[in-house]
């Protein structure tokens, strides 16, 4: 039994619009994705500034102390030099990470490559269609 001409125009349109259907289904799937490891990301930038913060705070705390046992026993002041460097020299450390973290843009990333390839693919079989037709 063939297909009369309505029926073939009803079918392609219908098998287009099953192909758009999934296309975007995909690329909502991994838009979802996207959002998921960027708020990941955010988390671990949260963390990361509040550990440098919290890290500075001490660090301006062991060398107040620093300051006033300064005229005690020599000894106290070596351990409390080195601990206030070390809490400091982290929380620059830490304060460097999560600024670096912060700079890249990731926000839908991999959604955007994926409809600019969509886009050029699509570019290239309108490019293609005039030859055939000759």
Do not use: C
Request: proline content about 1%; glycine content about 4%; hydrophobic content about 55%.
């Amino acid at each position: 039994m063939a297909l009369g001409p309505s029926q073939r125009v009803f079918s392609a349109a219908k098998r287009l619009l099953h192909t758009l259907l999934a296309n975007g289904e995909t690329r909502l799937r991994l838009a979802v994705l996207e959002l998921e490891e960027e708020r990941a990301r955010l988390l671990t930038l949260i963390l990361l500034a509040g550990a440098s913060l919290l890290l500075l705070l001490l660090g301006v705390a062991t060398l107040t102390a620093l300051v006033i046992i300064l005229f005690w026993d020599s000894y106290r002041i070596v351990a409390i030099s080195v601990s206030a460097g070390v809490l400091i020299f982290t929380s620059l450390l830490l304060g460097i990470i999560a600024i670096r973290q912060a700079k890249r843009h990731t926000l839908l990333k991999e959604t955007l490559n994926q409809f600019s390839t969509d886009r050029a693919l699509m570019e290239l079989d309108d490019d293609a269609e005039p030859h055939e037709r000759h």
